[in-house]
């Protein structure tokens, strides 16, 4: 082969690598500049400053406003709202505190900023209602099934097993009222306890019931603190995580408590899917008392972790006045919507469940019209502790 014939040979294989070199580097540089301006952050474990970047469609819920009105719960009202039923006394003396739960299962409601879901509900609301009883009183539910599905509550405590929920399902229509004495003290969870269990958790079908012992316990700021998922894709794989049903939300809408004041959480895990979930509280330590069955703490720390259904009582006070974190200590959770801030301020003379115009001494729950549109004749949740 003559040496012009390689000269030419060599100039168009050396071109051809040019044109392919140029042509890669045009197009990743012309791809970096477009999703450059496409780019959205979300998540994040520091206080609202979010620290992922996606090229996809998300919606950011650090950076929308829910609806209250389509909201599937309103977390500050849920907080420290404590339903202790309609009030009467047996022959013999003992208190009797009525409860009607409504169940509905056809409702689609706000879960997450622009994220709508088919919620399945107790009473309206994700959690439902936290109903609260004194050790030895007589707890009757009247639980209404409003839902095109088998439905029933499920109470962890000690009762009578016809009380227990799960082999008698309430038909669509129909209604059952359990009773059973209010034992031992401490928080519990309820929950529907229908096949598949799994598909009446992961909808919302839970709530709390605590029990308080005779001897009251030390005054004290009082919340409750449910934490969940949601499931939006029907992957089995949570897409957000909460608690008090809306992510994110106290980062956004921080819980106000008084510097050196008592506050006593009552914390349940209702997570479905992942096996474990915790709570950490920053710059600070809590008693914990585990399923609150016991006047004595079991653990001094800052952290506490949980599987489904397990619960206790956290108790703690702020020395210093800010903005403190509390969230799950798993990353992926925090980064989805399970984190919150406390905002302790200088003491005042009126109590902080007053300035929020919620209390949690007594409660009066009202229900809607359409609450009630299948049923005459029933008592809502609520009345005067």
């Known amino acids: 082969m003559s040496y012009p014939r390689i000269a030419v040979l060599f100039g168009i294989a050396f071109s051809i690598i040019i044109?392919?070199?140029?042509?890669?580097?045009?197009?990743?540089?012309?791809?970096?500049?477009?999703?450059?301006?496409?780019?959205?952050?979300?998540?994040?474990?520091?206080?609202?400053?979010?620290?992922?970047?996606?090229?996809?469609?998300?919606?950011?819920?650090?950076?929308?406003?829910?609806?209250?009105?389509?909201?599937?719960?309103?977390?500050?009202?849920?907080?420290?709202?404590f339903n202790y039923g309609k009030l009467s006394t047996s022959s013999n003396g003992t208190v009797i505190r009525d409860f009607t739960m409504i169940v509905s299962d056809q409702q689609t409601k706000e879960v997450s900023p622009g994220v709508f879901y088919n919620v399945w509900t107790?009473?309206?609301?994700?959690?439902?209602?936290?109903?609260?009883?004194?050790?030895?009183?007589?707890?009757?539910?009247?639980?209404?099934?409003?839902?095109?599905?088998?439905?029933?509550?499920?109470?962890?405590?000690?009762?009578?097993?016809?009380?227990?929920?799960?082999?008698?399902?309430?038909?669509?229509g129909g209604k059952f009222t359990y009773q059973f004495t209010a034992e031992p003290f401490g928080v519990f969870p309820y929950h529907c306890h229908m096949q598949p269990l799994?598909?009446?958790?992961?909808?919302?079908?839970?709530?709390?019931?605590?029990?308080?012992?005779?001897?009251?316990?030390?005054?004290?700021?009082?919340?409750?603190?449910?934490?969940?998922?949601?499931?939006?894709?029907?992957?089995?794989?949570?897409?957000?995580?909460t608690v008090n049903g809306i992510p994110y939300y106290y980062m956004h809408h921080p819980i106000q408590i008084d510097k050196n004041r008592l506050i006593r959480i009552y914390l349940l895990n209702m997570l479905e899917f992942d096996p474990l979930n915790n709570f950490h509280l920053h710059a600070n330590m809590f008693n914990f008392y585990k399923t609150g069955t016991k006047l004595i703490p079991d653990e001094y720390t800052d952290i506490v972790t949980m599987n489904q259904a397990e619960r206790g009582i956290l108790e703690f006070s702020y020395k210093y006045p800010g903005k403190y974190m509390f969230h799950a200590h798993k990353t992926e959770f925090a980064e989805k919507g399970w984190t919150g801030l406390f905002l302790v301020k200088e003491g005042t003379n009126q109590s902080i469940n007053d300035n929020l115009n919620v209390t949690s001494i007594s409660?009066?729950?009202?229900?809607?019209?359409?609450?009630?549109?299948?049923?005459?004749?029933?008592?809502?949740?609520?009345g005067l502790n």
């Open 363 to 382: 409660n009066i729950t009202n229900y809607s019209t359409t609450d009630f549109n299948k049923t005459t004749d029933l008592v809502p949740t609520g």
């Open 198 to 241: 799994e598909e009446h958790i992961t909808h919302g079908l839970y709530g709390a019931l605590i029990i308080d012992p005779k001897k009251p316990r030390a005054s004290a700021d009082e919340m409750v603190m449910l934490m969940n998922g949601y499931d939006t894709d029907f992957d089995t794989e949570n897409n957000f995580y």
């Open 19 to 81: 044109f392919v070199i140029s042509t890669a580097l045009y197009s990743r540089s012309s791809l970096s500049d477009q999703n450059s301006s496409k780019l959205d952050t979300f998540g994040g474990h520091t206080p609202g400053y979010p620290t992922l970047q996606t090229t996809g469609d998300v919606l950011d819920p650090t950076s929308f406003v829910i609806n209250p009105k389509t909201a599937v719960v309103d977390p500050m009202k849920y907080l420290r709202e």
């Open 122 to 172: 107790f009473n309206g609301t994700i959690p439902g209602p936290t109903l609260r009883a004194t050790e030895g009183d007589t707890i009757r539910i009247t639980l209404i099934n409003n839902g095109s599905k088998f439905h029933s509550i499920h109470f962890h405590g000690i009762h009578p097993s016809e009380m227990d929920g799960v082999f008698e399902g309430i038909a669509p």
